[in-house]
C-alpha cells in the first residue's frame, strides 16, 4: 500500500496558523489582563471624582445657608437690621432669597413665637411655580401664620392661605436656643408642604438676650436633583445615607423621603437603604453593611463586592442581564455641624468598562 505524503507547503501553512494563533492568543491573554488592571484604574478614578464632585456641591449647598445665617446675625446684632421691624426683615429676605435658587424659605422667629419670612414655591407644590410669598405671625404663642403671594417688587398682592402652630414648640427651636451655634435639623417634613426639608438655624443673641432664631429651609429632594444630573457610566449609581442607614438623596428615580399627609399633619417616612427598591441601591447596601470599618472614619475609603443584580446588564462575554460581576465602591464621609453626619456612596459596575475593552479585543 502506498502511503501518500502530505504536502510540504500544507505542513508549512499548518505550522504557520499554529504560530499565528498562539500570538494572537497570547496578545488577547495579555490584552485582557491589561484591560482589567486598566479597568481598576478607571473605576477608582471615575468613582473617586464623582465623590468628590458630590463633596463640593454639598459644601455649596450648605455653605450659602451657614454664610446667609452668619451674616444676618451679624446685621441683627449691630442692628442693621431691626428684630422688631417685621417689614423691613421682609424685605430685606425678600432680596436674599432670589440670590440663592437652592433656599426654599428664610425666616426669623421670636422667643414670643412671632414669625416672619419668605418663601418660594420653585415647583408649585401649593401655588404657581416661581410664587414668592411671605409668612407672617403675629399671634404670641400657639396662633395663625398667614401667607401673601408677592409681586416682582416684593408687595403683598394676596392672601393664600393660612396655618396654625407654634414654632418654639418645634425640637429644634429649643435646640438653637441652646446651643448658640449653627446647626441643622434631622431630615424632616415640612409644616407647610407634603416635602422632606432640612433646616439650617442660628440664634441671635445680643447682651445676652435672645433676640430670636433665624432659619433657612432647604429641599433634600434637591440634593437628588443633582446626583441625577452628574455624568456617570451607563449602569453607576451615587446615593448618599446617614450613619443609620436611612437614605438621604439618590441619583436614581426613587423616593428615598416620601410625605403623606394625614388630617392635615404632613408625615415623613424614612427608607433604610438596605430596603431600597432598587436593586443595585438594595445590593451595595448590604455589601456595605459586610465590610469592615476603618479606623480613619474622617477619610474615604473603597472596596468591592461581586453580585447577581437584577435587571442590570452584564456586558461581559457570555454573561447576561442579572449575571453576577463585580463592583466598585467609594464611600467617603460628609459632615457638616454637629448633627449633619452623612455617607456619600458611590458604586460602578465592572461591565460598564469591560464591555468596551471585549468589543476592542474582537476587532
Known sequence: MIQKKIPLYLILTLQFLLQVLGIVGLVGYFSYRSGEESIN????????ATAKTTEQELDRFFGNAHLVLETNQSL????????????????????????????????????????IGVVIDRVGILTAPGTIATTEKLDVGLGTSHFYRLNDQGERIEHLFEVDHDPTERSWYGQAVESNQLDWTPIMA?????LGGILAFRSVQNEGQLQG???ITLIINDISEFLRSLRLSPQSQVFIIEKSGNLVATSTEENVAPVTTVDG??????????ESENPLTQATANALLAQAMPTETDQS??????????GLENRQIFRGVG??????????????????????????????????IYANLRR
Not at 95 to 107: G, H, Q, R, S, W
Not at 190 to 194: E, F, I, Q, R, S
Not at 265 to 274: E, K, M
Not at 327 to 351: A, C, H, K, M, R
Request: proline share 6%; hydrophobic share 45%.
Open 323 to 356: 449575571d453576577p460581576q463585580r463592583y466598585f465602591v467609594n464611600v467617603t464621609p460628609y459632615q457638616n455641624g454637629t448633627t449633619l453626619d452623612w455617607q456619600i456612596i458611590t458604586v460602578v459596575p465592572e461591565s460598564d468598562f469591560m464591555g468596551a
Open 265 to 274: 399633619t404632613n408625615i415623613l417616612t424614612r427608607l433604610p437603604a438596605i
Open 213 to 215: 432664631v433665624l432659619a
Open 301 to 310: 475609603w473603597s472596596f468591592q463586592f461581586s453580585a447577581a443584580v437584577s
Open 190 to 194: 415640612l409644616v407647610t408642604a407634603p
Open 76 to 115: 441683627l446684632k449691630r442692628q442693621r437690621l431691626d428684630a422688631q421691624n417685621f417689614a423691613d426683615l421682609e424685605a430685606h429676605f425678600f432680596d436674599m432669597i432670589k440670590l440663592y435658587p437652592e433656599f426654599t424659605a428664610m425666616a426669623f422667629y421670636t422667643p414670643q413665637s412671632q414669625v
Open 41 to 48: 484604574e478607571i473605576a477608582h478614578q471615575l468613582i473617586d
